[in-house]
């Protein structure tokens, strides 16, 4: 064998991987919200009682070991029926950032939900996003709690959030039992890519439709606060450190809120 | 991750052939040292290690440096988007040349070089600068990325050079030095498989 072949076959075995472009799109991982929604299912119909639990993850930001130490405590969890991930997984919407945390949430054993956050929508990550997670909006109901996943990331998203979307998923149906309405976004309803006149719209508009709690990431911190309309607003604290939230909503739809920071207390409202 | 098994042989099917040129009525072997010779300009052709799919260009040699531009395209159907990128590429060859005992294919090897590529990208969903909407300072620029590449390269005759590459995605070097154990755990090779990618390319050296 000449060593020229003898060196191109050595780098074929060993490296047997080639990006072309930093900005590909397609990722060696998927999370799909359709098979999550499947595995909800089972879950639903064999968890007794209408309590439940649910992880709240934000602002992952590829801070991989974070996500995977906070991986590991929701794994010793009994009480975690499903993981709400709250927007900005990646910096630059890259397809390699998309993928990485993919591979460090893909060993949690409970559904997974995303929104997209405005980290993940510039390059190409809308398409990577819808592509492999979810898409921008959607909902699901579990024990009779209505979840909307919506996308506010209005920067990147001119115009929304979609109203009409938000009015339809906040119905409640002729034939539904609703104990609870949950919104879930990447950015909270207040002054931030919205202006301030936009963000009490919002807020307005979200007390109108009967939305119970909002959850969400964005701001890095810790934050539970009610509005001028009395809706509560919880926002969880970024993934570095270890941190999570978790939602407890009990027999009687009471919701509650701890936050996690290698112990878990009582989410305190401002 | 893309399997580029099949782009290599392409190219090593290519080189192979330049090899079988070059080798006719080959002079003896080159004393060790000829990088030192003075400036060479060349054509470069190169498949991923992120410059695109296909990307071609011309570069020049300083001793032991050398700096090329390269034109790159990914075509949709194997990025999943259109893109047209622009590279620029720095390498540094610490050692000389090492002739191989092979003397009548006048093959030397290049064992080791170090390099950075700094990459362009052009698409309407990337921008060096902010569009209107963000503050300043919302984001960095989208459309720029770097490379920290390492290879080694055969010389064929004076004319021809065969080069493999591993090139390690900026976000990529970050995220291992923090992360080294989530990659280890979840990627071959030392977990360098998560962060960078195989390229192959060639040099036609000119004059």
Known sequence: MNIDKFILLLMCVLLNSCQYSAWETDIDCQDSYTANLAELAKIESSLAGDAFGVALLADIHVDLTDAVNVVEQIKQRDDVAFVLVLGDITDFGLAAEFEWVCKALSSLDVPRFYVIGNHDSISFGKEIFYENFAPFDYAFSFKDVKFILYNDNAFEFPGVPDY?????????QADETRRRTLAVSHIPPVKDVHTEEEAANLRQFLFDEGIDLTLHGHLH?????????????????????????????????????????????????? | MKSCI????????LTSTGVGASSAGTS???????????????????????????????????????????????????GGVELWQLSLKYEWHPFAAIPLDDPSNNIKLNPFYIG??????????????EPGQYPDG???????????????????GKKYTLFIEYAALDTGVV????????F???????????IGSLAVGIKLKLE
């Open chain 2, 116 to 129: 950075t590529s700094l990459i362009y990208g052009r698409h309407t969903n990337l921008f060096v600068n």
């Open chain 2, 28 to 78: 003896p072997q080159v004393a060790e040292g000829e990088r030192d010779a003075p400036h060479h300009n060349y054509i470069v052709a190169q498949s991923a290690g992120y410059v695109g799919f296909i990307a071609v260009g011309m570069g020049r040699d300083f001793q032991r440096h050398t700096i090329s531009a390269l034109l790159g395209y990914v075509p949709e159907e194997i």
């Open chain 2, 138 to 156: 919302y984001y960095g620029p989208t459309a720029l990325r770097s490379t920290l590449n390492m290879g080694l390269s055969l010389l064929y």
């Open chain 2, 6 to 13: 099949a782009t290599i042989t392409v190219m090593f099917m």
């Open chain 2, 184 to 194: 280890m755990d979840n990627y071959d090779f030392l977990g360098l498989e998560g």
């Open chain 1, 221 to 270: 911190e810790f934050v539970y606060w009610s509005d001028e309309f009395g809706v509560p607003h919880h926002i969880t604290g970024r993934v570095k450190g270890g941190r999570y939230s978790m939602l407890f909503i009990d027999e009687l739809g009471e919701a509650s809120l701890q936050n996690c920071a290698g112990t878990c207390t009582a989410a305190v409202m401002k």
């Open chain 1, 164 to 172: 009409a979307f938000l009015a339809d998923a906040a119905a409640i």
């Open chain 2, 175 to 182: 995220a291992y030095v923090r992360h080294p154990e989530f």
